[in-house]
């Protein structure tokens, strides 16, 4: 059936495949052989051959787990007659350029940033002449790595794309900026601090009784606010070696009503890879290989600034791990030399939207840097929560985000109809 004859209960989406270059930028080493990129595609609100075209930098997994929980862009759509894309990354979900032996060496070597950018622009482009959507405006979306993506494609394809929502997304921490310590202290004061605020008792199974951190909470129990947080873990006992596992995951799906549940993450897991990062089969091994190149993720715990018990991932560390899985030395400073670093203000039509209960926040950009580069903060927001669809247990502060990201949006495309009618 066509796009026009969806009926209740049917996918919001039609999946579709694109045949895509497997490696633009090697005209020797495979030629113009292509693989089958898996799209997701509706143009159930579009004003064909007008409307703008919203397009999802797919990330690191499944593109439909990210389509169906990103319905913002749905209700977007509704109101500014979108065509709506969702384009899964390379190497993930059924996007894999050599099938199982994608994750082969050589073969895993075109997992890249850069080769993933030149996917969504070469699609975005082919689309449009098929679509015969010329003058459609396009506006990127992305959440957490894929509102990395939806900053890159601004930055290095801002003859292709005319704005960027990037929710959630640590372009600064995953650079090397900043503080190494940063991101599991975050985790421990937004999960600690959500469960008292909701008057809600810590699970005594996922807390490292016994730790230095709660011992300094029972010995200045005399003062504010520690007793009141010691109260909390007074009757746990023992050691929870599970407590990464499960407040990292936990700390990026909070929702208006906190936590949810801590799950056994070694069971979940298929395959699990050191620090670099957990995922399930195919896609935890192509997540694994880029924190081993180009994504820096050497964030460190200690048990004295967060609750967690002390590991500290080095360069070094990461090094010897990458060397012995890939056989390949990660090039630290090289997403700053690619994309600007925290250099961005000379460029435009960003937003950078982050919640106050998301541990990911603090590495990205919570500051406008220009009247055009735009950080949204909101209270009490999750991880990219402004992506999810409307709730009736949002809080405020969201409305109002996506309200002010829906200005924006229309404002971009209104400006690129007039760029492109002064162009031709």
Not at 106 to 115: A, I, M
Request: hydrophobic share 40%; with cysteine; net charge negative.
């Amino acid at each position: 059936r066509g796009f026009g004859s969806r009926r209740d209960g049917d996918p919001p989406f039609t999946e579709k495949f694109f045949s895509q270059v497997v490696d633009h930028f090697n005209f020797n080493s495979l030629g113009n052989a292509t693989f089958n990129q898996r799209y997701l595609i509706t143009d159930r609100f579009w004003k064909k051959s007008f409307g703008p075209i919203f397009f999802y930098t797919g990330n690191e997994g499944d593109i439909w787990e990210f389509a169906l929980n990103s319905g913002f862009i749905l209700e977007l759509a509704a109101q500014q007659e979108a065509l709506v894309i969702f384009a899964e990354h390379r190497y993930y979900g059924r996007s894999l350029p050599f099938g199982n032996q994608s994750f082969s060496i050589p073969e895993v070597g075109l997992l890249t940033v850069e080769q993933a950018l030149a996917d969504y622009a070469l699609m975005i482009t082919e689309l449009k002449l098929q679509l015969a959507a010329a003058q459609s405006p396009v506006i990127v979306f992305g959440g957490s790595y894929g509102g990395m993506l939806s900053v890159y494609m601004r930055l290095k394809y801002p003859n292709i794309v005319a704005g960027a929502l990037a929710a959630s997304a640590p372009i600064l921490s995953t650079a090397g900026f900043g503080d190494p310590r940063q991101f599991f202290r975050d985790v421990t004061a937004v999960s600690l601090g959500e469960q008292i605020r909701l008057k809600r008792p810590v699970a005594c199974d996922t807390m490292l009784g016994g730790s230095d951190l709660l011992t300094n909470l029972r010995d200045t129990a005399g003062t504010e606010p520690a007793l009141g947080l010691w109260k909390h873990f007074k009757n746990c006992e023992g050691l929870a070696d599970s407590l990464q596992r499960c407040f990292v995951p936990a700390g990026m799906v909070y929702n208006s009503s906190g936590l949810l549940p801590c799950f056994d993450l070694y069971r979940l897991y298929v395959e699990c890879a050191d620090p670099t990062g957990c995922g399930l089969g195919f896609n935890s091994l192509a997540w694994d290989y880029q924190a081993c190149t180009e994504i820096e993720m050497c964030y460190e715990s200690n048990n004295v600034t967060d609750m967690f018990p002390p590991m500290t991932f080095t360069q070094e560390a990461r090094q010897l791990y990458c060397s012995k899985r890939w056989g390949v030395q990660p090039r630290p400073g090289w997403l700053r030399i690619q994309f600007w670093g925290d250099d961005l203000s000379t460029a435009s039509n960003i937003i950078f939207s982050n919640g106050d209960l998301d541990p990911w926040a603090n590495g990205g950009v919570r500051n406008s840097l220009s009247p055009s580069l735009i950080a949204i903060n909101i209270s009490d927001g999750a991880h990219h929560l402004d992506l999810r669809g409307s709730n009736a247990a949002d809080p405020e502060s969201v409305v109002k985000a996506r309200k002010m990201e829906a200005e924006l949006i229309a404002a971009w495309v209104k400006m690129e109809r007039v760029r492109f009618r002064q162009s031709h």
